[in-house]
């Protein structure tokens, strides 16, 4: 049976952070996710454990974190292949992975970055390090392709492309952040994927295509997707990343 995990950076985003944890177990959820939630790469102890003790507070497990990927407001998409951002990357690694081993978090999320400036070598060298340092905390490191229509200057955006860096940077360690909403904007076949290709899925994210928000609302074959997601026996949490507030939210777990 698949396992679904609530993303708290898109969902519950009416309530301060420290109080979306429990809403998401009082809405029926064991696991949560989030983009890198601070607004720099090293916070302080405090924002650290505040942040731990509500996760440990509401009971649910943190399945998957973002490293620090920039002022996502201002258009940044991550800092791997930024030669302006590599520095601020760097200094986020032992911090988000530290963050991660100590709640049993097993996925980071690596935003490549926007182009102009695009450095494919500098990429490929903090995508290893990042490994390096996830490796010993047991976790791995994903590798996300974004749509072009909300992501212009964003240059992965195809499983294919992914799969060339992943492939490139040679660790173990390293896998697809399988989104199938970005995907499927993009035109991939999201099913022909998930046949051929879920043994390299480190995470799963879903939303619906077209207005991201909740299986359903939109075209995707939602009932299809996840029976062959399942089938293919991926083990890991489905992210729910779609952008849907209030009552209803969750109402296609139970048609």
């Known amino acids: 049976m698949l396992k679904f995990d609530v993303n708290l950076s898109l969902l519950f ?15 029926g959820f064991d696991a949560v996710e989030l983009w890198w939630p601070f607004a720099g790469p090293q916070p302080s102890d ?19 974190l973002n490293f620090d990927a920039g002022d996502l407001a201002a258009g940044d998409r991550g800092l ?11 200094a986020n690694v032992d911090v988000a992975a530290g963050f991660a081993a100590e ?4 996925v980071l999320n690596a935003l490549y970055g926007n182009d102009p400036g695009t450095d494919h070598d500098l990429a490929a060298e ?15 490191v994903v590798l996300e392709p974004l749509n072009s229509q ?35 904007v993009m035109g991939e076949d999201v099913l022909a994927l998930i046949d051929t290709a879920t043994p390299r899925f480190g995470h799963v994210q879903i939303a619906d ?9 939109g075209s995707m074959p939602y009932p299809e997707i996840l029976t062959r997601l399942e089938a293919a026996g991926y083990q890991g ?19």
């Open 126 to 140: 903090n995508l290893a390090l990042a490994a390096d340092v996830a490796a010993r905390a047991g976790a791995t």
């Open 13 to 27: 985003t009416d309530l301060p952070l420290l109080e979306r944890p429990e809403a998401a177990a009082k809405a």
């Open 46 to 64: 405090r924002e650290l454990d505040a942040l731990k003790g509500a996760i440990d507070d509401a009971g649910v497990h943190l399945v998957a």
């Open 80 to 90: 791997l292949a930024r030669p302006d951002g590599s520095a601020r990357f760097r």
């Open 209 to 217: 295509d077209p207005g991201r928000g909740q299986p359903g609302s």
């Open 237 to 255: 949490h489905v992210g729910l990343e779609y952008r849907h507030q209030g009552p209803g939210a969750f109402a296609w777990r139970n048609p």
């Open 150 to 184: 909300e992501c212009p200057h964003y240059p992965i955006t195809s499983s294919r492309a992914a799969f060339a860096v992943i492939d490139a940077v040679g660790r173990d360690n390293v896998a697809l952040l399988a989104d199938l909403y970005h995907l499927h």
């Open 103 to 106: 709640l049993g978090c097993t």
